[in-house]
RNA sequence: GGAGAGGUGGCUGAGUGGUCGAAAGCGGCUUCCUGCUAAGAAGUUGUACGGUCAAAAGCUGUACCGAGAGUUCGAAUCUCUCCCUCUCCGCCA
């Protein structure tokens, strides 16, 4: 989430920031600040008569007064009090639950534009293949005998898909080839639990937003991952790390799921937008001032993969428009498509800046010994199989 | 699933109603001392949000001993609910 103190300070360029995302957070600035504000003076309050009662108990400690007396004092406390708290729970809730659902503001180098459409081409890479009369993947895939989409269908619903014998094999080899690709570059392989808990989801900021687009266990407090970005950078919540600790990667595969719910009808052919798939995800932890240099280093990591694969691809840098709900800058990559002619999303590399670290409460103590500072966190896909 | 034990500061571990944000030890940091393969001495050492201040330091207020609720003038300490961990038994890939 956002700084509260920087939004109380600098309420209007939080809001022009917001406003390059077209999508109406800028409005849920002032409502914030308005609740913020009814929720301090409250704090306010509540500490004044907290400390009245610290001082009538302190005073029939030092026997000041009598207990009798005592009583007598605190009677008017013993009513406001709890009022007050609930009050000031409810305010607090409420203001804490609206900062949960504004998204984070965009990096100032981010471009301006309200869709895909208008999105930045920064460099390609490789040679479009030439091919005459190229066949889509799934066309391929079913001919060779390696993606049966109907018993997919069968054994769980529609975008559920059976990979057989090559198919099956190609996919572990790229998972492999992935995996010790950058572990060689020094990211620290992890295979995290698929499933996580409430906090996991709110600290990386699917939730409360994007309540709906996940599978939830039923009647427990479990999701099934949409990304490894989700336990990953979760691994560290609530946790107080050296600055020599940092910066910290990691790569890890794990199996993906994602409702889709919005996207009926899109993509309904073949292997490419499927409620579970493979994918082996980068993510790092570092200083802020060195975010913006990890973001590159990532992004050069993933388009690694690409470049080994021999397969074309482009880099996009998002504009403000189009960017995810907790990232400040994204690069996505794109890969050419030969059966669909154009060039399609692969990997999504996103610097966070302290939004995610903020929520998941991810700190650093700094090596001069000063207080604890949130770090940064950044991910990307490196890639989806 | 059944039975029992337990959740305290970076760690170990005291603390059963007030003098406890919390003994002690370890670790960390600072200073001092010693010429010998590092030891000793002293001090210091949690987090968040406020106030004071030009600011920092300092001082100061409030909260935090798994979470929530209750009893009480006063709760780490008593009561209730929940969560989690450990041990044993059962079941099981």
Redesign the pocket.
């Given at each position: 989430m956002l700084d509260p103190?920087i939004i109380r300070e600098h309420p209007e360029e939080v809001k022009k920031a917001l406003a390059r995302r077209h999508a109406g957070f800028e409005g849920q600035i002032d409502e914030w600040l308005k609740v913020d504000q009814e929720n301090?003076a409250a704090?306010?309050e509540?500490?004044?008569l907290?400390?009245r009662?610290?001082?009538?108990?302190?005073?029939?400690?030092t026997g000041k007064i009598t207990?009798e007396k005592?009583?007598e004092?605190?009677k008017e406390?013993?009513e406001k009090v709890?009022a007050l708290?609930e009050l000031q729970?409810q305010l607090d809730e409420k203001g804490n639950g609206m900062l949960l659902g504004i998204a984070n503001a965009p990096d100032p180098t981010v471009p301006d534009g309200k869709d895909e459409n208008e999105n930045v081409e920064l460099k390609k890479w490789g040679t479009i293949p030439k091919i005459d009369k190229p066949k889509e993947h799934d066309e391929i895939a079913k001919a060779l005998g390696i993606l049966d989409f109907e018993r997919g269908v069968k054994i769980a619903e529609t975008r559920f898909t059976v990979v057989m014998d090559m198919g099956a094999k190609l996919e572990r080899a790229l998972m492999n080839f992935m995996l010790d690709m950058h572990a060689g570059k020094g990211y620290r392989e992890v295979f995290p639990p698929i499933m996580v808990n409430r906090d996991c989801m709110v600290g990386t900021g699917q939730l409360p937003k994007f309540d709906g687009d996940f599978y939830k266990c039923e009647g427990e407090?479990l999701y099934l991952v949409p990304t490894a970005e989700v336990p990953v950078t979760n691994l560290y919540r609530d946790e107080?790390l050296k600055e020599e600790q940092l910066p910290i990667y990691h790569c890890a595969y794990t199996p993906n799921f994602r409702r889709e719910a919005g996207s009926a009808g899109k993509d309904t052919r073949g292997y490419i937008r499927q409620h579970q798939f493979n994918k082996v995800e980068l993510v790092k932890f570092c200083l802020p001032e060195n975010s913006n240099d990890e973001h590159e280093k990532l992004t050069l990591n993933a388009e690694a993969v690409l470049e080994a694969l021999g397969l074309a691809y482009r880099r996009i840098l998002l504009c403000g428009g189009d960017m995810g709900f907790s990232a400040q800058k994204c690069y996505d990559l794109e890969v050419w498509f030969p059966g669909q002619n154009r060039y399609r999303e692969i990997s999504s590399c996103s610097n966070f800046g302290d939004f995610q670290a903020r929520r998941a409460n991810l700190?650093y103590?700094p090596a001069d010994?000063g207080?604890?500072r949130y770090m940064h966190t950044l991910n990307g896909s490196g890639l989806a199989i």
């Open positions: 103190r301090r704090v306010a509540l500490e004044r907290r400390q009662k610290n001082e009538i108990s302190n005073d029939v400690k207990k005592a009583q004092e605190s406390l013993k709890p708290e729970r407090n107080i700190r103590k010994g207080k604890p």
